[in-house]
């Protein structure tokens, strides 16, 4: 087994909310009328990398239900609206959180879903919950091979214009990230530049995809079943390009990342040019001043980018 790696802040902890007491009164107020009960307790979320309200509500003796909620200047509110109409739109047997309703008010766009009564997946993976974490993509990924969204960018595109940065280094447009000079990456980079620049090609596809399957975007619930969360940045491509981000974390875990590959048959070159652009995009962003979002994201970034790194070595001997 290989030697296990862990991010700094847990992916449960990388969260810096307002609070329930920071939004408008008027907002509250309006809040709890809709839910047609008192407020008895809110639960800040603990994972994800915006600053905008996500929360845990409780009514007294009613439902649970999870709450999002940002000013409508802020991009976040935007986000949050083009989630409630994908959501709502995924076929049933997808195991998602489905949207109750939304609203603006105070300006404030406000989201309210149904309440997971779960947690996010523990680094190092456990076994049975990437399992179920993979069961739950591989149903998802079938279901959505008609997309259920229309005007879904392309995978294709979103790599040749946003995740082709070993390219961009190749060529003297960018400097090597300072994360990158202890990894393999110096020693080589044309290779690197070369697996991104096919890779479009390879990951080309009609369905329909999550686009940010990650660890903190699952949840686990109390019977073992994983739900996938936050459906804000899908697209059109081979959903085994999915399969790789989630993956990542079950490398650094010290798990057989390939073996559970395995199952997508994705081509060798897709793989390396996955692995490749994944830490190309996240090691130049841990480059990256102060974030806008939580202090954590660089930690995220770094830690991301030098894991799949770390597995296209393996992969290629470096």
Known sequence: MRPISLPDVAYGATAVRPQWSDLPKSLRKAIAARLGAPIAAVQSAGGGFTRAFAALISTGGGPNFFLKAAPLR?????WYAREAAITAALPPEIDAARPLWSMEESGYFVLCL??????VPTLPWQPAELDATLQAWSTAAAALTTPTTPGLPSLAEIIRSEM???SEIAAGREPMPRTAHHTAAPAHLPELAALEQSLPALVDGPGMMHGDLRIDN???DRSGRARLCDWTWP??????????TLL???????????????PWNPPPEGVDGALAALSGYWLIRADGGPSSASPHSRQHQRFSGEQA???LSDRRGW
């Open 309 to 311: 790194l770390a597995w």
């Open 114 to 119: 149904e309440a997971i009564d779960g947690h």
């Open 218 to 220: 699952v949840l686990i």
């Open 235 to 244: 697209c059109l491509g081979a959903p085994w390009f999915d399969t790789i």
């Open 248 to 262: 990542i974390s079950a490398f650094a875990s010290g798990l057989d990342a390939d073996a559970y590959l395995a």
């Open 164 to 166: 082709s940065w070993w």
């Open 74 to 78: 802020d991009p976040n509110s935007q």
